[in-house]
């Protein structure tokens, strides 16, 4: 089981040799927090391409770590995953928030994003299914 130390473990050896990071990543039903997620967004910026797909459902992120995560991406947003899963997750209205202010960037390559059993579920589906279909 990862937590924050296991995930700042990884991002700490991918950010010497970022191109090892596999294109899909599945880090679901651990239990990262904040500083494991600050850590690995910022390793996620120096790879060339994007992610195809980043699970971290059922983890421990809440709004506060996840606008961290998201801080990250909005400097590069061609770096998003194109597969986002923040399912089961703490994410209450401020977090959904700023996925959606990320979606707005035209260079953002997020295609799917899954947000299901959040707190704020509502906004979370409606919103995001919309900002999604918008290109």
């Known amino acids: 089981i990862w937590d924050d130390k296991g995930l700042i473990a990884i991002a700490e050896a991918f950010q010497e040799s970022p191109n090892l990071i596999p ?8 239990r990262i927090g904040p500083n494991g997620l600050r850590s690995f967004g910022q390793v996620l910026l120096k790879r060339r391409s994007p992610l195809e797909s980043l699970h971290l459902n059922n983890n421990r992120i809440y709004d506060a770590s996840l606008m961290d995560f998201l801080m990250a991406l ?5 770096k ?4 986002l899963d923040l399912s089961g997750n703490n994410i209450e209205r401020g977090g ?8 707005r960037r035209q260079e953002c390559s997020l295609e799917q994003l899954e947000m299901n059993y959040v707190i704020d579920d509502d906004l979370a589906t409606d919103r ?6 918008r290109v």
């Open 96 to 103: 959904v928030l700023q996925i959606l202010a990320l979606l």
């Open 128 to 133: 995001t299914t919309r900002s999604l279909t």
């Open 23 to 30: 294109d899909k990543l599945g880090l679901a039903s651990n």
């Open 74 to 78: 909005h400097r590069k947003p061609q």
């Open 80 to 83: 998003t995953p194109k597969i």
